[in-house]
């Protein structure tokens, strides 16, 4: 969830916003879409190629070839770019990677799995997908996990969030929760204090204060693109700490009760009135883009995007960056989101020991030791083991580090409401219609932004889409 | 006549055994055009969730009647059908405006007529990005500093106008295309009628209304049936630019299709809103058909 395509912030942060620039900006973006599109069918081609070479030559288990479908976070391109440090180690596994964008990886490997075709030995996905699929048996499960891999090390909630009936059934990448970024250096003009938990009705004034799109920056800038893993998310947390809850104990949906329609009044004022223009079209990697450039006085998003914008290489403000938890209105519960990208074997790979291997080395302490080595500190995937937080490196490199730790803890997917739910999850219903149930509700809300129909009209409409796949998929009567 | 009957009736020596040689080429294409039609129906009635196997089986109408229940579907049925008139309007008069104006002897003509017909050959996903990203973003965007330029407020085009928007795309790419065939159209120009008409004492609106344009009746209704066709399965715009909304504001038929498949994983209910866009389809070429059929006959008794 978050950082989908960062290729294209980077190009936009490389080159500024003027128009000249901009065309180059999307000549880039193209450009690494066409090689994320090109890589793949290459990967695909040499991995049918080997495979069939393997097969012609009767060579029995000396050399295993495996197929990593992945997304295109930066993360994730520092684990396809060490990938020679790992065959150094193992080199009877071949690895060939493909890398996609997060939507269209979703697809992928949702049709992939879904239909058993077996394309793929290690996929990449999410505290959603784990346990749905490992409830329907799609993956392998992580039963007898070395001691030396040090399980206990990796942070319980993440853990939890991506089992089911008890068994683990993806070792995470990387973990974030959402947390609250703003520019110490504006506040301090205006001699604003930022307390370590922000509350929504100062942001809100805060945001009124600060919001000055003459000079190019505006009061808040939060996630408006629709989708259930973009503006959803987002949301999905506001209405949290409202204290409104997707359904009620007898998966009644709730959407045009008082919790939600405060929430999004609240939001659509915030976003229309202080938010830059555009909201609609603004999704993680755009507001990601626009705060690193300086054109936000806050924003509210993945903690994954810490590492980032602190970062000199990537951002303006690295130095005038400031971290707090996610604001609360009425509610601690479900105020911020848990997510992680996780690393699971589908059951229909024939190579079940090499993807565990793989796993098991891409997953470790020693992997986070080499990304610090190579890459930097500030650079290793976050929030998934407690060493990382008690390295005094890692410490050294992240100012945020110990602000994240405490947004991942008390991030609780069990508890994710005031109020009693039937079900688990914070930013996402752990349901397999909810897919289906957060696009349309993402589309319905950009449409109350965008100003098309009213608050009510627009939850109303988006009531009755709930509803209506709520009855088809059998909850509701 | 004559002849063609003495060439039927005469039978080689060693016939060729021309159904047989057909029946491959004939095979081929049945299955290739008919095979997915019929999965498709048959899709259709199944209850297919991909992230839910538990819920499998048939259910009859139930597909249908899950989309016909849907307001979204009736909203994208209107959508597809302003996106597809409103783009094929937009395109046939500036086609035949450019196509007249092309026409027309001027020194460059052949470069300037080239560069026309240049965006017709950009791929839509890039002709969308560009649309989007250094256009009509509201930040970044041509237009938006145009619009600061003269002291106006930035416009949000995706936002505001979303309709607007995928309809200028998709004109500026489709406008060559109408470009194009009205120029082929006019190279087969009578001029001997048009001197006629000019020695009679027409005017160049007279000549334009009574002569061009019925000689370009059958080539704008080329025009209309190939984009109309085309137009009902606009895609990639939808996806890049504006993913259907805000709302449902561009959520046509194929994009709802893509979005049961793809965002919500239901099978079966994309296979029967594909079934709907088969007959859209066809409704819609057999109206241009009569149509086109009508304008023909017309010209032969004209």
Sequence with gaps: MGSYNLELSLEHVKRGKDLARTSLSIKGWARAHYLAQAQEVTMERIGW????????????????????????????????????????????????????????????????????????????????????????????????????????????????????????????????????????????????????????????????????????????????????????????????????????????????????????????????????????????????????????????????????????????????????????????????????????????????????????????????????????????????????????????????????????????????????????????????????????????????????????????????????????????? | MALTNVLRRRKPFLAPPTFWLLSPAVVFLVLWTQVPLVLTLYYSFQRFVLVNPDLRGFVGFGNYLSLVTDPAFWVSLERTLVLVLSSLGVTLVFGLALGLLFFQRFPGRAWMRTLAISPFFVMPVVSALIWKNMLMHPVYGLLSWLFRALGLPPVDWLAQYPMLSIVAMVAWQWIPFATLLVLTGLQSLPWDVLEAARIDGANPAQEFRYIVLPHLARTLSVVAMLESIFFLSLFAEIYTATSGGPGLATTTLPYLIFLKAFAEYRIGVAAAGAIFAVILANLVALFLLRFIGRNLRAEAIG
């Design chain 1, 49 to 477: 190629l080997v495979a069939g070479i393997l097969a012609l030559g009767g060579v029995a288990g000396a050399q295993t070839t495996i197929t990593i479908a992945t997304v295109n976070n930066p993360d994730m391109i520092v684990m396809q770019k060490l990938t020679p440090e790992f065959r150094k180690k193992y080199p009877n596994i071949r690895v060939n990677w493909v890398v996609l964008p997060e939507n269209e990886l979703r697809q992928k490997v949702t049709l992939d799995i879904s239909s058993g075709t077996g394309a793929y030995d290690i996929m990449t996905i999410g505290t959603y997908e784990a346990p749905l699929w490992g409830k329907n048996g799609w993956l392998v499960p992580f039963d007898n996990v070395p001691a030396s891999y040090d399980l206990n090390d990796v942070l319980k909630p993440v853990r939890d969030a991506l089992s089911y009936g008890g068994k683990l059934y993806a070792l995470p990448f990387y973990a974030e929760s959402s947390m609250m970024y703003y520019r110490k250096d504006l506040f301090a003009q205006k001699g604003i204090n930022v307390p370590d938990q922000p509350r929504w009705t100062q942001v809100a004034q805060w945001a009124q204060q600060f919001h000055s799109p003459r000079e190019g920056v505006y009061g808040i800038c939060l996630r408006g693109l629709p989708g259930w893993g973009e503006n959803m998310a987002f949301i999905g947390t506001l209405v949290n700490t409202f204290s409104g809850r997707w359904f009620d104990e007898n998966w009644r949906p709730q959407l045009t009760s008082p919790e939600w329609k405060q929430a999004i009044s609240f939001y659509v004022d915030l976003v229309t009135k202080y938010g830059p223009p555009g909201v609609t079209s603004n999704g993680y990697t755009e507001n990601l883009t626009l705060f690193s450039q300086g054109n936000c006085a806050m924003w509210v998003d993945a903690t994954v995007a810490a590492g980032y914008l602190a970062n000199p290489k990537t951002s303006k403000v690295a130095d005038k960056v400031g971290f707090a938890q996610a604001p609360i209105a009425v509610t601690p519960n479900g105020s911020h989101w848990l997510w992680a990208w996780a690393l699971a074997i589908p059951k229909s790979s024939k190579k079940v020991e090499a993807a565990r291997t793989f796993i098991y080395w891409a997953t470790s302490k020693e992997y986070i030791e080499l990304v610090g080595r190579t890459e930097g500190w500030v650079a290793v995937p976050p929030g998934t083991r407690i060493s990382t937080y008690r390295n005094p490196n890692y410490l050294k490199a992240a100012p945020f580090a110990e602000m994240v730790l405490k947004a991942i803890q008390t991030a609780d997917p069990t508890k994710p409401t005031a109020k009693p739910v039937p079900y688990t999850g914070i930013q996402y219903v752990s349901i397999p219609e909810f897919q289906a149930i957060g696009t349309q509700v993402g589309q319905s809300i950009a449409g109350i932004v965008a100003g098309r129909y009213s608050v009510d009209e627009g939850l109303a409409q988006a009531q009755a889409a709930v509803e209506k796949i709520m009855r088809e998929a059998g909850y509701l009567r």
